[in-house]
């Protein structure tokens, strides 16, 4: 079983990425489990840039191949906002419901009420190879928020062709159709082809 490392330092993406990739035979190893304290700054310019950064960063740093993803909400009517600083956009103190509160107020008189979520997922081997894979789930921004589970904007999200938002999903609806599950799931084709390529 070959070890991986997730680059991301976020409770609820590492809670999501490693339910996905359980069903693969490799064991995936948290920062925390290799004591990497390292903060990446993130100055790309897209989701694929500060992805790849962060891989980057913290295959150096474990000497093992490193699984990162950037992701974001992107809202047409917003010009795209939030998009790369979806995590820090209204304030880096903001917490997770006065962000999407935040949102929520400069959409307050907006009819057209699109948005998508993105995430691009960049996967750095030691043998400096690179595996990257994307997904978007695309839906609506609700008026009020509904729903406890997930993170981030979840609670304000409602899916296309979905009557709850992404908060009131269970774990294995919203990985059924989150950005990251289907970028993952997008991934893990990817990697299995390029493992058995190794292989041969």
Known sequence: MNDYVLATANTGKVAEMQKILSDLNINVLTRDD???TIDVEETGTTFYDNALLKAKAICLASCLPAIADDSGL????????PGLYSSSYGGNELTNEQRYNFLLSKMENMEHRAAKFVCTIVCVFPSKDIITATGECHGFITHTPKGTGGFGYDPVFLPD?????????????KN?????????RNFIIKLNEYLAGKSV
């Open 161 to 173: 062709k979905m009557t709850k938002t992404m908060a009131e999903l269970s774990t294995d609806e």
């Open 34 to 36: 290799l004591g990497i």
């Open 74 to 81: 992107v809202v047409p009517s917003l010009g795209g906002e």
């Open 176 to 184: 059924a159709i989150s950005h990251r599950g289907i970028a993952l």
